[in-house]
């Protein structure tokens, strides 16, 4: 299914789109490269077919 993995800043702003694309079903990786990015709480979005979580994101550089 198509999958889409998106980061956003702590006041909702969309910083980088990490994967969107359509996968088949197993397990996988994604590296957040943290260049551009400053230290702090970040949110990430996962949306796939018929699901949909967000989780928060400490980013220590």
Do not use: C, H, M
């Not at 980088?16 to 709480?41: F, H, I, Q």
């Amino acid at each position: 299914s198509w999958v889409k993995i998106r980061l956003y800043d702590v006041l909702g702003r969309e910083i980088r789109v990490l994967l969107d694309k359509n996968l088949t079903p197993g397990s996988y990786s994604v590296r957040l490269g943290s260049e551009g990015l400053a230290s702090g709480v970040y949110l990430y979005t996962l949306q796939a077919e018929g699901f949909f979580g967000a989780k928060k994101l400490l980013l220590l550089k």
